[in-house]
């Protein structure tokens, strides 16, 4: 399991630099797009630090807990706004939302 939540953290974090990189330099609302791709980005590196300090630093498991089911709850809304089609088009958006539902359950394992 810790190839896998070691797998799914990095994607995570590749894939929210990626997302602020490719921010519209045009579109009006991009500080609104470069800020959830930063809320993941946090979300990610949250994850690394509790796959690397196991136990050690005390509230972190509960704090990336918190962020994975905030940034869940971010996507499912994201999805129900744009639909079904259009999230279908975008691959990224139901990879995310897996990557994140996989952290959350491998954060909530008792076992680190």
Known sequence: MGVI????????FVLAI???LLVPR?????????G????LVFAAM???LRIRN??????LKLSCIG????????VIALIASVG??????????????TLLLTETALSLRKNL
């Open 26 to 34: 045009t579109y009006t609302g991009r500080i609104w797009i470069f």
């Open 5 to 12: 939540d070691r797998l799914c953290a990095g994607v995570l």
């Open 54 to 59: 196991k136990n050690a630093v005390k509230g």
């Open 18 to 20: 990626v997302d602020c």
């Open 67 to 74: 962020a994975n089911l905030t940034m869940l709850i971010f």
């Open 84 to 97: 079904k089609h259009r999230t279908l088009q975008h691959w990224q958006i139901p990879l995310v939302g």
């Open 46 to 48: 949250l994850n690394v």
């Open 36 to 39: 959830s791709g930063l809320a």
